[in-house]
């Protein structure tokens, strides 16, 4: 394998990790608020940076590209936009939802890739074909129609795989360590 392809994996896993851990990171700003003399009083103001979004979008887009481009395949410009995206709506939404966020932001992220990639396959290829003839336009739609359900089964193959591989990372970190989730009850403190 090529090393773009691999550094494209490499991203990829680490998009998966990101969505599993679906959390935030934070800087920290520090402002003085009154001196006087050797006395300061400063104030700290955490900014969260939600890390599914970003990464999500950032491996998602790039990690596929390079994977595309590794294989010399004329789409990665295209992967890059539509798997960006895709991961970022997919991290996005389970960064903000606590409940089912994964399953809601795989849904969305399917709706993005799916139709990314049939509006790419429709444009793109009437285009090498001449976009301005109805037969460029017909042979577009006829491939964007053909690879749909290849598209449909990639995104549904993602959700089987991907929505427990999330929630069985997500439950092997410490509770602590993620600060949007609540604790899980232990099987003694159930009801």
């Known amino acids: 394998m090529k090393p773009a392809g691999i550094f494209g994996i490499i991203l990829i896993v680490i998009g998966i990790v990101a969505l599993a851990y679906g959390g935030y990171t934070s800087f920290t700003t520090k402002e003085n608020v009154a001196k006087l003399g050797p006395i300061e009083i400063n104030k700290h103001e955490e900014h969260p940076v939600p890390i599914g979004p970003i990464v999500g979008g ?7 590209a390079l994977s595309d481009a590794a294989y010399g ?24 939802w606590v409940r089912r966020g994964e399953l809601f932001g795989w849904v969305l992220g399917s709706i993005a890739m799916v139709l990314g990639y049939f509006l790419t396959n429709w444009v793109f290829i009437g285009l090498v074909f001449g976009a301005s003839s109805d037969a460029a336009k017909a042979a577009g739609l006829t491939f964007a129609l053909g690879e749909l359900p290849f598209d449909i089964i990639q ?13 069985k990372l997500r439950a092997a970190v410490p509770v602590g360590l993620l600060p949007h989730h609540a604790p899980r009850p232990t099987p003694s403190a159930a009801p």
Do not use: C, D, N
Not at 155 to 167: K, N
């Open 73 to 96: 395949s004329y789409y990665a410009p295209f992967t890059l936009v539509v798997k960006g995206l895709e991961g970022f709506l997919a991290g996005y939404v389970a960064s903000k």
């Open 58 to 64: 950032i491996s998602g887009g790039v990690g596929s």
């Open 155 to 167: 995104v549904v193959a993602g959700g089987i795989i991907g929505i427990p591989v999330t929630r």
